[in-house]
């Protein structure tokens, strides 16, 4: 059997991710305005999403400040993203997503990534203690 410990996966994830959000995020932005604006593909996106959401949340179900709080908080931003993703008609998704949609928002949200993986990463490798 196979075990590891789910900060270290998402940990990398979000390390990885952000630091291709930060570097590339001008390849980014068209790609996530033509990802919201095609709707089957988000409706997948968020099936998935809220399928990994749940399990996040059922694995570590309270929210705090611990290491175990913080995977909860993801898990629970998984589930409340997906859940807009699939309830919410298209246009108002994009109307919503708009305001986002600037270099300024991609290089935050990427160096918060960074900063979260790394944290989380360091956790879960043991480097942080």
Request: glycine letters at 10%.
């Amino acid at each position: 059997m196979i075990s590891f410990d789910l900060t270290q996966l998402i940990g990398l994830y979000f390390l990885i991710v952000g630091f291709i959000v930060v570097v590339r995020r001008s390849a980014f932005m068209p790609a996530m305005k033509q990802l919201l604006a095609n709707r089957p593909m988000l409706i997948i996106v968020g099936m998935v999403e809220l399928l990994a959401g749940l399990a996040v949340v059922l694995a570590y179900p309270k929210v705090g400040f611990s290491t175990d709080g913080v995977l909860s908080l993801v898990g629970w931003m998984m589930v409340v993203e997906s859940i807009f993703y699939l309830l919410m008609p298209s246009r108002d998704i994009q109307q919503f997503m708009k305001r986002f949609a600037t270099p300024t928002w991609y290089l935050a949200g990427g160096l918060i990534s960074i900063l979260l993986g790394g944290y989380l990463t360091g956790i879960g490798f043991g480097i942080i203690r």
